[in-house]
């Protein structure tokens, strides 16, 4: 199995990493080469089986899905096998027009008419530059599944119907909603206007505020030490979320 992750964020890819190495055994692969996403690409490995998840920097997947057709097209010895794209719910209109694009992308290099539905595995047969037909799975998934929000709003969720975690992260979503309303009537003196800018920012903030009281000693390390506290077996609203992700468990 040699499977592609593209998500939006780095944040999203070291959520997404963690959780496959702790569910799935998957371990990351130091000077991994002849990896075609530059720095936006982490791989990892499991025996034979083999995972890279690409940050796409934003929520424009296209450029990145067609990439990944030309790599299988060319078919030079690392075709992938499973596509999955996992995108900010940010509206459902916003993600209806992303798979839209996405679905025009791959209709046009795979010469039929693909239609996407979400949380499920898609099965595509592409052509290769050498006539064969190759198949790839696709998934498309937008996080959370249901509801607007991001990975992190999903993650929050899943964190706060834990015990003891409850006020904590209510507190914390109060807490950024407070500044978001607050902040346009302070001057630059009193709040940089860079802070909580852009409604990504926004909507990824609270569960920084939650890390930040919950874990003060790593709030000034790297967020991948953060997420590594987590305790991923334990919570099932994420296993649930992600159960489409099970082809991935070892029997």
Same mark, same amino acid.
């Given at each position: ?89 940010? +509206? =459902?209109? #916003? ?13 046009? %290099?795979?010469?039929?008419? /693909? ?71 302070? +001057? =630059?003196? #009193? ?13 990824? %903030?609270?569960?920084?505020? /939650? ?41």
């Amino acid at each position: 199995m040699n499977s592609i992750i593209l998500c939006e964020g780095e944040t999203d890819q070291i959520v997404l990493s963690e959780y496959f190495c702790h569910m799935y055994g998957f371990k990351f692969s130091r000077g991994a080469k002849n990896k075609p996403f530059g720095n936006a690409e982490c791989r990892y490995t499991r025996g034979a089986d083999q995972l890279d998840i690409v940050y796409v920097s934003g929520n424009d997947f296209s450029e990145y899905v067609q990439k990944v057709l030309k790599i299988n097209q060319l078919n030079t010895g690392n075709t992938y096998t499973h596509m999955a794209v996992i995108s900010d719910h940010d +509206s =459902d209109e #916003e993600i209806q027009q992303r798979w839209q694009g996405i679905a025009e992308v791959i209709s046009g %290099a795979c010469s039929c008419a /693909f239609h996407i539905k979400e949380n499920q595995w898609l099965n595509l047969v592409q052509p290769s530059a050498f006539g064969e037909s190759l198949p790839l799975k696709c998934l498309f998934l937008s996080i959370p599944l249901t509801g607007e929000g991001a990975l992190e709003t999903f993650l929050l969720k899943a964190i706060e119907h834990e015990s003891g975690n409850s006020f904590l992260a209510q507190e914390s979503k109060r807490f950024v909603a407070e500044l978001i309303k607050k902040k346009g009537s302070l +001057s =630059d003196d #009193e709040w940089n206007p860079a802070f909580l800018k852009s409604r990504r920012m926004q909507v990824k %903030a609270p569960l920084g505020v /939650f890390f930040g009281v919950a874990w003060p000693d790593r709030a000034f390390n790297d967020a991948r030490e953060m997420f590594k506290r987590i305790p991923w077996q334990k919570y099932r609203q994420i296993q649930t979320s992600f159960q489409v992700f099970d082809i991935f468990r070892q029997k």
